[in-house]
């Protein structure tokens, strides 16, 4: 499955950013679907995922409560919205697909184009 992440910009703190992620070449109703980020100078981390089903989701615990993520299997698409922003949320944002939760970032072969959120203070 090939993933396009988008809807990425530059914003101030306390502003809302909501990313998207477009799936195309295999639907994403087989994989459970996350986002990851990686901020300059630092290893690339998890931030969310979404079960198969939608029926559960999971956080890092710096984003827990100011970030949702969900899915619109029928559109192939993710989706991250990002409230409360803080310039420490400063970071490439890429989206993966997997069949099962994963949060280690190295046990992902590939990686594509992320989007770039930048939080100004």
């Known amino acids: 499955v090939q993933l396009q992440a988008s809807g990425g910009g530059l914003v101030q703190a306390g502003d809302s950013l909501r990313l998207s992620c477009a799936a195309s070449?295999?639907?994403?109703?087989?994989?459970?679907m996350h986002w990851f980020r990686q901020a300059p100078g630092k290893e690339r981390e998890f931030v969310a995922a979404?079960?198969?089903?939608?029926?559960?989701?999971y956080y890092a615990e710096s984003v827990k409560g100011r970030f949702t993520i969900s899915r619109e299997n029928a559109e192939n698409t993710v989706h991250l919205q990002m409230n409360s922003l803080r310039p420490e949320d400063t970071a490439v944002y890429y989206c993966?697909?997997?069949?099962?939760?994963?949060?280690?970032?190295?046990?992902?072969?590939?990686w594509g184009q992320g989007t770039l959120v930048t939080v100004s203070s």
């Open positions: 070449g295999r639907t994403i109703t087989n994989f459970a």
């Open positions: 979404i079960t198969r089903s939608g029926g559960r989701t």
């Open positions: 993966q697909a997997r069949s099962s939760v994963e949060y280690d970032s190295r046990k992902y072969d590939w």
